[in-house]
């Protein structure tokens, strides 16, 4: 099945040879020179990287033309120049999965929320929000969902201490060794 | 046909209450001959006590406090084991297991080689009752104590009372009404309003939601119940419980040796035995009609803030109930106490009984019991809303059907 | 009486883990509801961060204590990936064999779980009778009952004994006996068990994949996706099963929740028995990975709940950089209001036991 021909019939998931080229193909064509990043990275599995203003677009042309129906999964990533908003989206019809990441800049960690596309997008956003301090906008209700309502801090950051034993942490790397 | 072990409760308990006024008037008396001013007051006191009415009045209490005794101590621990090592066996397990041999006490504690808390786990249920005793007391903060304190003694009392009309053979029983039937019926009806001020008083909304429920379902059952003991009574013309048994001990058919006794369940009743098994299986609230207590969805339903002995009685007075529903079901439809004419002697015209009335009695209501406990561990719970269809929307329509089926019947023998 | 709140949770007898449900009732009818997760936060991302990557296995076994291999096994996948290791065949059919019997024994303690929510006490005394069956075989294998650390980055930590492959045929024709004789009449059977789960506690298939619903309360829904087939990983494409899916009327009420799931354990019988045919008999079942990994990995397995996913970063370190953790019953909580609308309290139970909830993979 091709990837941008509309489904039809009951759902019934087994996976296509190939569909991550054609996915990647059809992205290329109409986002071009707006993917920073894009490639195959394993069979079935392909993997753009975007500005986060562009989420909205690839998101909206993901699920409604090339029929990527699930929402997998939201991480969010602090890597210590900028954040991450990774997104899997998977196709039901061909097995495809692609890897979409969002870069953020550290001091402004504002984002566009998916929840207009995919509903699934709520939790996943809330705890982004709850652990990284990743600001969903758009989102009905974006407050703490597995930390307490009055916690202050975002635990995922970089700079939020980590409660590390010293017997967990081998005494070579401890003398600042590797 | 068949003989009752104890003739009259009342004859017995009467030579009892002399023994037991004997002994009092012998103390007092010897009480007053050691200390001689004291005589006169004493020997009237005595001779008050003796006299015939006073006697009466001391035989009825006595009376009572054995009916209690036999029904609570020795009926109810029994049920409760029972359905304890049953429904645990039909789950593949030991079951319940502290017996005589778990007692720290002499001589129970001197074996080495038997294991204490392998036996056959009769005392598990007293154990069971002591822990609740010794529980705190506690009442919410919020709730309405004059309320909360009087709703298990409410339901505590009332179905206590059904074993004053309940008799348990053609002798053992406290007062034969001849509106026994009705007075027992009456008396089962009474507890649903102590669920109800339970969950109420409490202020909790769990208990409010499950006392509800409890009224809307009981009230919902008890119609139907009413509605086939009417129909009954086309059959037997009398609400008295011994007459219902009098009249099912005769034969309804013949085959050589063997004799097949005219039981209500036998006849046009049998409609009426369907519709009162399942209200009286509502009434008990057991499952599959226990959302009331549902432990799955409500905590422990309008139970919830008991603790203690609050709570020990009333889920204990729940098996009482059993037996007394039980009770009720085989005096009104399973032929109540008779049994087969060659458990009896005939000494001149004195019964003597191999295996008396009680026990005929005993075996239907266990055996009830058994079928009730069988039921209730296979099946899940019925929803709120299914319960209550199936009382108004089934069995009423059936027990109405039930009344004109007997009633047709009457009107066809005459 | 007006509409109010109440809380089934946290602590509730029948609510399976720790986790708070506010449901508003009308009378009887519930009119919305509003999960309360986080209640066994543990904090698993953070952690894994400062833990070298095999000792994250540690973590991971405990996210779902009930299902643990499947855990881990994702994450080594995702590390796999991301470092680029490839597990010998023989390893493949060890994780197999493992995550199958792990999934039997995961939904029989949902059964268990699931019985005395209906007030069918006797299901639970059953299902843990069977489950014994399964977790000796477990125990066989790996070590432990529970959290045993089976697998490892490049395979699984130990060989099988030499008398599995007899222990696990007798298990599994017990297994097999028992859920013909005695499961189906006491549950399939029962009508009283149909008046409660048959159209209760409905989702349709485009909510239920629009809100991000997976597993088998998906399959339920009509809807022919499972990751062993979708993406088969290991030696999945080897075996021959049979995707459980619901395709009557009445789709994506509780029963067909519960016979999907209920279905799936004979499916994965007859996998491990095929496993045990077309399994190597000697070979290696361990690769070395490398200490350090550099770049993204990411996998997903069907887990017993539904679709399990890890997203694994690593900067060059001994450690991960960053670990998520995808867990299915974070997202079907999402959906659970849709469910409950419209149902009667005394249904709450019904519909949260029969989606499966383990609170350990929910609030990580």
């Known amino acids: 099945m ?47 990287a975007i500005d986060r203003a562009d989420l909205l677009a690839v998101c909206q042309y993901l699920k409604e033309a090339l029929a990527f ?4 999964c939201i991480s969010a990533v602090d890597w210590k120049d900028h954040y991450e908003s990774v997104y899997h989206v998977e196709n039901y019809y061909n097995g495809c999965v692609v890897q979409v990441n969002a870069r953020i800049p550290h001091d402004d960690p504002k984002i566009a929320s998916v929840c207009g596309l995919w509903n699934a997008a709520n939790y996943h956003e809330r705890e982004a929000w709850d652990l990284m301090g990743i600001v969903y906008e758009g989102h009905p209700n974006l407050e703490r969902i597995l930390l307490p309502k009055d916690f202050k801090f975002f635990p995922l950051r970089k700079d939020f201490p980590q409660e590390v034993d010293r017997q967990y942490i081998s005494r070579r790397k401890l003398r600042g060794g590797k | 046909m068949s003989a009752p072990l104890v003739p009259s409760l009342f004859g017995a308990c009467y030579i009892l209450t002399g023994w037991i006024v004997w002994i009092i008037n012998w103390i007092l008396r010897a009480i007053g001959t050691v200390i001689p001013p004291l005589f006169p007051p004493l020997d009237a006191l005595a001779n008050w006590l003796a006299s015939a009415p006073i006697l009466t009045v001391l035989t009825w209490l006595v009376m009572t406090l054995v009916m209690v005794v036999w029904a609570c101590l020795v009926n109810l621990l029994t049920m409760m084991w029972v359905e304890r090592k049953f429904y645990s066996r039909l789950q593949d397990r030991y079951g319940i297991m502290i017996s005589i041999w778990s007692l720290p006490l002499w001589p129970f504690n001197r074996r080495k080689d038997v294991p204490t808390h392998k036996g056959w786990g009769y005392l598990q249920n007293v154990a069971d009752g002591m822990k609740l005793l010794q529980k705190e007391n506690l009442v919410p903060a919020t709730a309405d104590s004059m309320m909360f304190n009087t709703a298990p003694a409410w339901i505590a009392g009332t179905t206590l009372m059904i074993f004053a009309a309940l008799p348990w053979s053609s002798g053992l029983y406290v007062a034969n009404l001849d509106l026994g039937i009705l007075f027992i019926l009456a008396a089962f009806s009474l507890a649903p309003l102590g669920i109800l001020i339970a969950g109420w008083s409490a202020n909790n909304k769990y208990t409010l939601v499950g006392g509800l429920r409890s009224a809307a379902m009981l009230m919902a059952y008890e119609i139907p119940l009413v509605l086939v003991v009417i129909a009954l009574v086309f059959t037997t013309g009398s609400l008295d419980p011994k007459v219902i048994v009098t009249q099912q001990e005769r034969p309804l058919l013949t085959l050589g040796p063997l004799v097949i006794p005219a039981w209500n369940l036998f006849g046009v009743q049998a409609i009426g035995f369907v519709v009162f098994l399942v209200a009286i299986i509502a009434e008990m609230e057991r499952i599959p009609f226990d ?12 139970t919830t803030e008991l603790s203690g002995m609050r709570f020990g009685l009333v889920f204990g007075f729940k098996w009482l109930r059993m037996i007394a529903g039980a009770g009720l079901l085989s005096i009104l439809y ?40 069988w039921l209730s561990w ?21 027990s109405l059907l039930a009344i004109v089926a007997a009633a047709a019947v009457r009107v066809v023998t005459g | 009486m007006p509409a109010f709140w109440i809380n089934m949770g946290p602590q509730h007898p029948m609510t399976h883990g720790l986790w708070n449900m506010k449901v508003q009732v009308d009378g009887e009818t519930i009119t919305d509801a509003r999960p309360e997760l986080g209640y066994l936060h543990r904090g698993v991302e953070k952690i894994s961060e400062v833990r070298e990557f095999q000792k994250v296995i540690v973590l991971t076994d405990r996210l779902c204590y009930v299902s643990s291999i499947t855990w881990s096994h994702a994450y080594c996948l995702a590390v796999e990936k991301m470092m680029g290791v490839e597990v010998p065949e023989r390893g493949q059919w060890f994780r197999v064999i493992s995550l199958e019997l792990q999934r039997i024994a995961s939904h029989l303690m949902w059964l268990a779980a699931y019985g005395p929510d ?25 070590g432990m009952r529970m959290n045993q650390n089976y697998p490892r980055i490049g395979g699984v930590r130990n060989d099988l004994p030499e008398n599995f492959d007899a222990m696990c045929k007798r ?37 239920a994949i629009n809100w991000g619903v997976t597993g088998p309360n998906l399959r339920a829904c009509g809807v022919d996706v499972d990751v062993r087939r979708l993406d088969p990983y290991e030696t999945y494409e080897d075996v021959d099963f049979e995707v459980q899916t619901w395709k009557g009327p009445d789709a994506g009420d509780s029963y067909s929740r519960f016979i999907c799931r209920f279905r799936e354990m004979r499916e994965s019988c007859s996998i491990i028995l095929q496993a045990l045919e077309k399994m190597p008999k000697s070979g290696a079942y361990r690769a070395k990975p490398p200490r350090r990994g550099e770049g993204e990995g990411y996998a997903r397995t069907e887990d017993s709940r539904g679709e399990a996913l890890f997203y694994v970063c690593g900067d060059g370190d001994d450690r991960p950089y960053r670990v998520k953790i995808r867990s ?35 609030d990580k």
């Open chain 1, 2 to 48: 091709s990837a941008s021909t509309p489904p039809v019939g009951p759902v019934i998931g087994r996976p296509v040879a190939g569909i991550e080229q054609e996915v990647l193909a059809h992205l290329r064509q109409r986002f071009g020179a707006k993917l920073v990043d894009a490639k195959v990275v394993r069979p079935l599995v392909a993997e753009v």
């Open chain 2, 378 to 398: 296979s099946i899940p719970r019925v929803r709120i809303d299914q319960i209550l269809n199936i009382g108004w929307k089934r069995l009423i329509p059936l």
């Open chain 3, 118 to 142: 209906l007030g069918l006490l006797t299901a639970l005394l059953w299902s843990l009778r069977e489950r014994e069956l399964f977790l000796d075989l477990i125990q066989l294998m790996s």
């Open chain 3, 328 to 362: 299915p019953i974070f997202c079907t909580m999402a959906a659970t209001p849709i469910m409950l609308r419209g149902n009667k309290l005394a249904d709450v139970v019904a519909i949260l036991g029969s989606i499966d909830v383990c609170v350990g993979e929910m």
């Open chain 2, 334 to 373: 399973l032929g109540g106490w008779s049994g087969p004419v060659f458990t009896t002697l005939y000494l001149g015209s004195v019964p003597i009984p191999i295996v008396p009335e009680e026990i005929w009695f005993m075996l239907r209501v266990y055996l009830l019991g058994l079928f009730f406990i």
């Open chain 1, 69 to 72: 129906e699930h929402l997998g």
């Open chain 3, 171 to 207: 298990s599994i024709a017990h297994f097999l006996r028992k859920l013909e004789k005695e499961y189906e009449p006491l549950l399939h059977e029962s009508k009283v068990f149909q008046m409660r789960t048959v159209g209760v506690g409905k989702i349709s298939a485009a909510e």
């Open chain 2, 291 to 302: 959302l009331p207590e549902a432990d799955a969805e409500l905590v422990e339903g309008w």
